[in-house]
């Protein structure tokens, strides 16, 4: 046998192979041309988790596949837990274009980030009416980019303060009335109780900086739109330095439990569902169905009110989170993708959505509605709350803005309110500019 | 993984001084047999890297590709000036150094129980596995936890200990982090270092060790002077392959810092850039740094210490 070909064999068996593969591949993609068009939609877990019979997004998915009478049907895929993880997969295939991501439910933060980068369909003008109709004003602000609406407000999140009412009295505070921060601290080493608050390192820090520093009024970022080089911070003024000072107070007087710097919603309703620790927490409104699920016996003493104050007599901004319905640049499906956003989001699947699920919807109207007001004895609250809410900065550089953040106020004991802000303010720069990393 | 075989490719076959036609015709064999695992290892190792190199020419930001231009060095200037740099390398340096010495020592300890004990030695060894066996984030957890005031057993067990009381936050500082992701990943490969140590230990000839005993040598003298000689080849393998691999940690310091406190190794500094911050630019430039850094670890080893792979293959 000639010598070439004993070595050409296996060469040609890998090509053969790796043909072979690639037209299994092919063969996938176009398998979908019979029957009505599939429509994905990328979903954040939710309470109903991943079963279509309940009234979580899969549930909805099923809903909308059957009011489409058959022009489409919606698969849905589930995303990681973690906002941060959910971006990085949502950004690999948005900057890959897949085409097998039509629907996606989107974290309001990352709208200006996607939107920026060309990855988002804005909404055509046929839906703006529909979609911002009756929404929470600071999601309707989230949703949209450039002056144009980018994203569908889905549900509405925002952050209430839980407290024991019997600690709360053994402490002498009037919660009838707006509390400080100062006031909650005070009161929790009086009693030898824990406010639990989120200062890992990680995205829900960010909201919580961010909540101080604009219920003083202040704002990270001064021109959230502008590109890196025009953007001006917020950080070195008295509003930044009072965000500070709360963080800085918080981590001194012990009062967020044993491990602060790496507790975040989960740890701090430990916190709070443990009745020798039990105290204060700011939480977004799952707890009032996961207390229960915890097996405490103390339901009744569960008090919830609106977000502390920063400084004493100024409105608190309760942070704002929520879902973000968008749709994907490289979608093959852009009319049905809309469509099925409409009936995703319409009034009576919001309503669906948040008593299934627990989460607050963006429709103003829902909040009226008498079953949502029984099982949600705080919805009023819940509504004002987002009406007055404070968004994080609608920045195309938000994981960045974040990161920056995160880093340089944690950990939370090290945080110091006449220098903390400087050095932010610094890095935000140095990052945002290509001079350091992150 | 893969520069742990590149590396293993680059070094030399026993030398011969005179080559029999039979040999050289195993050898063609071997080649031939090999061929097609050694292109596709080039194939996928040599592309990410020169890809990779390429990229950090660039000023490239996956969420803005239009404006992606040529910078040069800077990304590697921006690196090299950035403190954050030099702390992650100082990071990732001392858990090296810190976990390699003590895996060595315990590694050695465990494969002489297990290279002397005769009655359960199948059970033993199977159990020394088990660590190894378990996925390094499913192991980062449980340490995770273990560590944590509110989940975790460890204040609880070692309050007795000065400075460990039931509220210890053992992630709330950069010692104390570094502390427990050491900790975790010794626990974790301390196996992996027995058992290439094991295998050392099984190809002394019993004979010298024999001698070594008539002669009246204490236990220490045959430990010092004639198992580490006779098994040098497999220490400097063993502790190379425990180097390169260590010098890359990532999982642990994910699951448990994220990089908090200073915690960051290289891998995580370059994970971060890349992935999360998609500057694929500074994140590839940080990848071949941290690749250079690799490959002169390997250098040294095999030129320095003389390391000889193909011994150890025996």
Redesign the interface.
């Known amino acids: 046998m000639p010598r070439t070909r004993?070595?050409v064999r296996?060469?040609v068996?890998?090509a053969a192979l790796a043909l072979t593969a690639s037209l299994g591949l092919t063969a996938c993609s176009s398998g979908e041309a019979e029957g009505p068009v599939t429509v994905t939609w990328f979903i954040n877990p939710d309470g109903g988790g991943s079963d279509p019979s309940k009234d979580g997004q899969a549930g909805l998915a099923r809903i909308c596949t059957e009011r489409a009478n058959g022009r489409y049907e919606i698969e849905f895929e589930l995303l990681p837990n973690s906002a941060?993880d959910q971006r990085?997969q949502l950004?690999r295939r948005l900057?890959a274009f897949d085409e097998n991501v039509d629907i996606m439910s989107l974290d309001p933060v990352f709208v200006a980030?996607?939107a920026?980068?060309g990855?988002l369909k804005q909404v055509p003008e046929d839906y703006v009416d529909d979609y911002t109709t009756d929404m929470v004003q600071p999601i309707i602000d989230s949703a949209t980019w450039q002056d144009k609406l980018t994203g569908a407000p889905m549900w509405a999140n925002t952050q209430l303060l839980w407290y024991r009412k019997s600690i709360a009295e053994k402490a002498g505070l009037d919660m009838t009335k707006p509390v400080t921060w100062e006031q909650l601290i005070d009161a929790a080493k009086q009693t030898e109780k824990t406010i639990g608050v989120q200062a890992?390192?990680?995205e829900g820090y960010m909201v919580w900086i961010n909540a101080l520093i604009m219920g003083a009024g202040g704002n990270i970022l001064l021109n959230p739109g502008a590109s890196a080089q025009d953007l001006q911070f917020g950080l070195e003024t008295e509003a930044g330095k009072a965000g500070a000072e709360v963080i800085a107070d918080v981590a001194k007087a012990g009062v967020a439990?044993?491990?602060?710097?790496?507790t975040d919603e989960t740890?701090a309703l430990?916190?709070f569902a443990n009745d020798t620790t039990s105290g204060f927490l700011v939480n977004w409104p799952y707890v009032w169905a996961a207390l229960p699920e915890r097996g405490i016996d103390w339901v009744d003493d569960i008090g919830y009110t609106r977000y502390p104050q920063t400084i004493a007599g100024e409105e608190s901004r309760p942070p704002i989170g929520g879902i973000v319905l968008g749709v994907s640049a490289a979608t093959q499906h852009e009319s049905e993708a809309w469509d099925a956003i409409k009936c995703i989001r319409d009034e009576e699947n919001q309503k669906r959505y948040m008593l299934g699920t627990g989460n607050p919807a963006a429709n103003k109207n829902v909040y009226n509605d008498p079953e949502v007001k029984e099982v949600f004895p705080m919805a009023a609250l819940i509504r004002s709350s987002l009406d007055t809410g404070g968004v994080r900065p609608l920045t195309?550089y938000y994981?960045?803005v974040s990161?920056v953040m995160q880093?340089v106020y944690?950990?939370p004991?090290a945080v110091n309110p006449d220098t903390t802000p400087v050095a932010a303010t610094e890095l935000l720069s140095d990052v945002l500019n290509?001079?350091?990393?992150? | 993984m893969s520069v742990v075989t590149e590396v293993e490719r680059a070094a030399p076959p026993p030398g011969k001084a005179k080559v029999t036609d039979r040999a050289k015709q195993e050898r063609n064999l071997g080649w031939r047999l090999a061929m097609p695992a050694f292109v596709v290892m080039v194939l996928v190792t040599g592309y990410p890297i020169l890809q990779a190199t390429w990229n950090s020419f660039f000023s490239y930001r996956l969420t803005d590709p239009a404006n992606k231009h040529f910078v040069g060095l800077q990304n590697y200037a921006v690196a090299l000036t950035d403190s954050v740099f030099w702390t992650a390398t100082l990071v990732t340096v001392f858990i090296t150094v810190f976990t390699v010495i003590v895996e060595l020592v315990l590694g050695m300890i465990i494969a002489l129980v297990m290279h002397n004990i005769v009655i359960p030695r199948r059970t033993l060894r199977t159990i020394v596995l088990i660590p190894y066996a378990i996925i390094t984030v499913v192991s980062a957890f449980s340490w995770f936890f273990a560590f944590r005031p509110d989940t975790g057993y460890i204040n609880y067990w070692f309050q007795w200990l000065p400075g460990v009381d039931l509220l210890t936050d053992w992630f709330g500082g950069q010692w104390t982090s570094l502390f427990v992701i050491c900790l975790s990943e010794i626990w974790k490969t301390t196996p992996f270092m027995s058992l290439l140590l094991l295998a050392g230990l099984a190809q002394i000839d019993t004979s010298l060790d024999e001698a070594a005993k008539v002669d009246g040598a204490s236990w220490w003298q045959r430990f010092r002077y004639v198992m580490l000689p006779n098994m040098k080849a497999a220490i400097m393998v063993a502790v190379l392959f425990r180097t390169l691999d260590a010098y890359r940690i990532f999982d642990n310091i994910f699951i448990m810092t994220a990089g908090a406190n200073d915690t960051a190794s290289l891998s995580l500094l370059t994970y971060n850039q890349t992935i999360d911050r998609v500057e694929i630019g500074l994140g590839s430039a940080l990848a071949v740094l941290l690749f250079l850094m690799v490959l002169a670890i390997a250098f040294v080893f095999v030129r320095g210490f003389k390391v000889d792979l193909a011994q150890g293959r025996d």
């Open positions: 004993q070595w296996p060469v068996g890998a941060s990085q950004l900057a980030e996607f920026n980068a990855f890992k390192r990680y439990g044993p491990a602060m710097s790496s740890a430990d916190l195309q994981g960045d990161g880093r944690s950990p004991n290509g001079r350091a990393l992150l």
